[in-house]
T-cell receptor
């Protein structure tokens, strides 16, 4: 079966750095996506990786290793507004998105 | 105004009632999706449509039906609602060639008593 694993919850301190991991087993791979979802709101697109390596976008970076079935989202200079759930999703061989359950990130002052 | 609009935002209904959730978009996207979100679970795809004449079942389509009335409108129906359909429902759109970058509506919270 297809599976996306990410930690259920993480806590970090304002101003610090946090890394949210995602491992996947899917039938085929056509890209990995990270979304941010604030409580009670819709998910919003953060990043896309299809080749191995690091993609940087401001305070957020996303890394992919296809051979290891692994990705991480790195958030730097954490701000209180970064408190949200972070969803990892993989596009399979049928171009369907398979979603992880999300990681709830709690930022403490 | 939001690019992807869902109505109603909240609905409480009783078992056996018919419910329709509506979605409209101004992004000009051909691809539209209906997902449900339950606590502790990933988003689950109910139905998707790549154009007005194309409707496809997702992983959890049983108990649901959809209608793509126009490029901009995609409705989800629960013909006879049951309590385990209590969930948060999201409509989403995507442009051609950008199937992984979804634009979500604000969500419709449905409670079936």
């Amino acid at each position: 079966g297809q599976n996306i694993d990410q930690p259920t919850e993480m806590t970090a301190t304002e101003g610090a750095i946090v890394q949210i991991n995602c491992t996947y087993q899917t039938s085929g791979f056509n890209g990995l996506f990270w979304y941010q979802q604030h409580a009670g709101e819709a998910p919003t697109f953060l990043s896309y990786n299809v080749l191995d390596g690091l993609e940087e976008k401001g305070r957020f970076s996303s890394f992919l290793s296809r051979s290891k079935g692994y990705s991480y989202l790195l958030l730097k200079e954490l701000q209180m507004k970064d408190s949200a759930s972070y969803l990892c999703a993989v596009m399979d061989s049928n171009y369907q998105l398979i979603w992880g359950a999300g990681t709830k990130l709690i930022i403490k002052p | 105004d939001a690019d992807v609009t869902q109505t109603p935002r909240n609905r409480i209904t009783k078992t056996g009632k018919r419910i329709m959730l509506e979605c409209s978009q101004t992004k000009g996207h051909d691809r539209m999706y209906w997902y449900r979100q339950d606590p502790g679970l990933g988003l689950q795809l109910i139905y998707y449509s790549f154009d007005v004449k194309d409707i496809n079942k997702g992983e959890i389509s049983d108990g649901y039906s959809v209608s793509r009335q126009a490029q901009a409108k995609f409705s989800l129906s629960l013909e006879s609602a049951i309590p385990n359909q209590t969930a948060l429902y999201f409509c989403a759109t995507a442009g051609q060639g950008e199937a992984g970058e979804l634009f979500f509506g604000e969500g419709s919270r449905l409670t079936v008593l």
